[in-house]
Every structure is written in structure tokens, then in C-alpha cells.
């Protein structure tokens, strides 16, 4: 079974604090994705990775940035946190194989309070 | 931009009944379709849909893409309580590579 595990279940921060969300994936796979889901908006996609050292800005980038130093931990990072960052945070990961067309297996999310 | 619609929003039904829910796209370069299933914590993956009219099948479970009409249903049969959930379609396209996700379909089992 592949297990993404993001290492806070639950996170309170303050106002321009740099907050740091991790996620370690246990299967070997090519490729980390960042989303953050919110009520009524869905899941959205912040921040993806192929491979280490890469990364490429999903949909709502702005006010993060993403680190992938070895291949099974990608970092999302909140450079200066606002009370808009408030949200659940999801963690993905899929294998490349053929194509591109592999299911996502989740973590188990980190709900993120700005105060 | 590449867009995700799912309906009902919301659905209330009794143990035993039949749900079918719905899920409209629109994206570039089409690549697959995925339902997935989120209780407490994360989504858990239950189907991936590649191809047209090719109904994939587990349990009680199913589900069938139409690449014609741009959408696809999950059928859920025999419904039980442990199947009240949100489910999730997403599909992946040909711009950012990860998923572009529907608002999901909150669905409420009652015994």
C-alpha cells in the first residue's frame, strides 16, 4: 500500500510567521503534488514536482513555495503566513509509469490555522 | 482554463436506495478522469476512466465515462451508511499535470 504521510495533523500559526508543511512518500514515486482544500472551492493545486529539484506552480501559487531535495519528501513553505492560508492542506503522490495516467494517493491532510 | 462540475452538490437518501452522481469537465488534452471517495481525512481513489464507454466495476460500485458528452456518472447501489461521504471527481489535462478537482457531491446515507 503507498503511504503519504504529512508530518501534522493539525497546525496553529501566527501572522507573518514562515511556516513549513512536509510530506514523505514511502513508494518510490516521480511525482509530489500540493493542494489546498477549502469549503465550497474544492481541491486546488498549489505546487507540483517530477522529480528532485524541480518543481512547476499549479493554479494558486502565490505566497508559497515548495523545496524537493530527495525524492520521497516535498516541502510546501509559507513564506510570510496570512490568515487567507487558513486551510486544509493535501499532500499527493503518483508514479510516472506509462504516461502520466497513474491515480494520486493522498496524505491525510494538515489542517493549517493562521491566527 | 480547465473546469470541473459535479451535481448534485448535496444528496440525501435512505439505506438500500440507488445514487447515481454526476460530473461534467471541460480541460485541454484530455488525459483521464478519477473518482475518489474523502470521509475524515484524505480522498481515497476509486476509479480512474480512460476510455469511452467502458464501465469499470467494484462492488457495489461503478462508473463509466461518456468522452462524447463530456462527463461521466458513479453509480452507487444498494447504498449502506458507511457510503455517506463527498465524493470527488477530478480529471487531469493537458495544462498543470496535477488534478483539476469538482467541488464534490456530499452524499448522506440514512439508516
Known amino acids: 500500500d503507498v503511504k503519504v504521510t504529512q508530518s501534522s495533523r493539525y497546525l496553529v500559526k501566527r501572522t507573518g510567521e514562515k511556516v513549513f508543511l512536509e510530506c514523505v512518500q514511502d513508494?518510490?514515486?516521480?511525482?509530489m503534488f500540493w493542494y489546498r482544500q477549502d469549503p465550497g472551492l474544492g481541491l486546488r493545486l498549489i505546487y507540483f514536482?517530477?522529480?528532485?529539484?524541480?518543481?512547476e506552480k499549479g493554479d494558486i501559487p502565490e505566497g508559497y513555495s515548495v523545496s524537493r531535495e530527495k525524492k520521497e519528501r516535498f516541502s510546501l513553505i509559507l513564506e510570510s503566513a496570512s490568515t487567507n492560508q487558513t486551510s486544509m492542506y493535501l499532500c499527493a503522490s503518483s508514479p510516472t509509469g506509462t504516461g502520466r495516467y497513474q491515480p494520486q494517493h493522498f496524505g491525510d491532510g494538515t489542517r493549517l490555522s493562521i491566527l | 482554463e480547465d473546469k470541473v462540475v459535479q451535481s448534485p452538490l448535496s444528496l440525501v437518501v435512505h439505506e438500500g436506495d440507488t445514487v447515481t452522481l454526476n460530473c461534467s469537465y471541460e480541460?485541454?488534452?484530455?488525459?483521464?478522469l478519477l473518482w475518489y471517495k474523502q470521509e475524515k481525512k484524505a480522498p481515497t481513489f476509486l476509479f480512474m476512466l480512460?476510455?469511452?464507454?467502458i464501465e469499470k466495476k467494484s462492488g457495489r460500485l461503478s462508473s463509466i465515462l461518456d468522452k462524447k458528452e463530456l462527463s461521466s456518472i458513479l453509480n452507487i447501489t444498494a447504498t449502506q451508511t458507511g457510503d455517506s461521504a463527498i465524493y470527488l471527481c477530478?480529471?487531469?489535462?493537458?495544462?498543470?499535470?496535477?488534478?483539476?478537482f469538482g467541488k464534490g457531491t456530499h452524499l448522506i446515507i440514512q439508516p
Open positions: 513508494m518510490d514515486h516521480e511525482n
Open positions: 477530478a480529471v487531469e489535462g493537458g495544462g498543470a499535470d496535477g488534478l483539476t
Open positions: 480541460v485541454t488534452n484530455f488525459r483521464s
Open positions: 514536482s517530477y522529480d528532485v529539484k524541480m518543481k
Open positions: 480512460t476510455s469511452s464507454g
